[in-house]
């Protein structure tokens, strides 16, 4: 079981891991946690919107852009408060 996938060298702790094929492409969706500590430097990372991916218990590592997102909470600068991220990735055709 996926417990972590690396986005640009950013570890991230997933709660639910799911790969696709389409049309030869990877695509992966997971659900992550992510407290308002986190909050911040995660949105930060996403703005990116095109990560080195890395799933290390399946031994791949692929370009992938963000083909869907969303999160439980809308504001999470209020202490103490977390959120659920859903993130889905598709590999970047070369």
Sequence with gaps: MVQ????????IKVESYKEDN????????????????????????????TFEVKVLPKGFTFQGTITQYSTS??????????????????EVKH
């Design 22 to 49: 389409i049309d030869g492409l990877i695509k992966i969706s997971v659900d992550f946690k992510v407290t308002s500590d986190e909050y911040h430097d995660i949105t930060t990372l996403l703005y990116n919107g």
């Design 73 to 90: 909470f809308t504001n999470l600068y209020e202490k103490n408060q977390v959120g659920v991220f859903s993130l889905s990735l598709l």
């Design 4 to 11: 972590e996938i690396i986005l640009n060298n950013i570890p």
